[in-house]
């Protein structure tokens, strides 16, 4: 309706730093609940989005499995840990010395500092092992899964490729990739409407570490390339404006 506070996102034409955008009447688009900022709601097409996807479709995520989140710091891996908790699942967060106390404060119920223990060699198990940056593998993550354990990454390498096509043949163990923004309209408008809803049950966080004007695109751009963002960040000219970076 006219006046509306709305947020979504455009998968095809990539103008969502733009002051304006059009959006088709049945495209990814809902209703902003009313205690969350534009700039919370730009970033929930990101993280929170994939993270339902892989959690939900490509792991089925059950109460009392356990989850190790790679990355557990980051947009994907912020909205991860919350998502999974709120799932049932026991988890542990994988993140660097300085983001253990925001790793912890989402809910992860261990916390690695990947700088000094490497996950694959410490002996632990887990059913999920969730890589939200793509810097591990199956190969290198297989001993440390359960009997029928997945390994799933959003960051399609060769190998995972390979070890996709070689799982879904044999093996018990799984590697699985998601595109999530080439899924059906539909299905992403169904994600949206889910984490509409856990916004407005509350206790969702969105972490938002940096914000940037428009004529700070690039100085955005290059932040995220460093690597150690936490969270998400967004570029916000106005109030009432703001989009994911």
Known sequence: NKGDKVFGESLTIFSTHAEYICIKEDGIITTKPDDISYSEAAVVCDGLITSLNFLKNVADIKPGQSILINGASGSLGTAAVQLAKRFGAIVTGVCSTRNIELVKSLGADEV??????????????????????????????????????????????????????????????????????????????????????????????????????????????????????????????????????
Do not use: W
């Open 112 to 245: 690695i500092d990947y700088t000094k223990v490497d996950f694959t060699e410490d002996g632990q198990c887990y059913d999920i092992i969730y890589d939200t940056v793509g810097k591990s593998s199956f190969s290198k993550c297989k001993s440390s899964l359960t009997k029928k354990g997945v390994y799933m990454s959003p960051v399609l390498a060769f190998s995972l490729l390979v070890q996709m096509l070689r799982t879904s043949i044999s093996g018990n163990k799984k590697a699985k990739f998601s595109a999530t923004g080439m899924l059906p309209i539909a299905d992403i408008q169904n994600f949206l409407q889910d984490a509409k809803e856990f916004l407005e049950i509350g206790g969702l966080k969105m972490i938002i570490d940096k914000s940037f004007t428009l004529g700070q695109i690039a100085d955005a751009h290059r932040y995220i390339d460093l690597g150690h963002k936490k969270g998400n960040v967004v570029v916000s000219d106005l109030p009432n404006l703001a989009s994911e970076v």
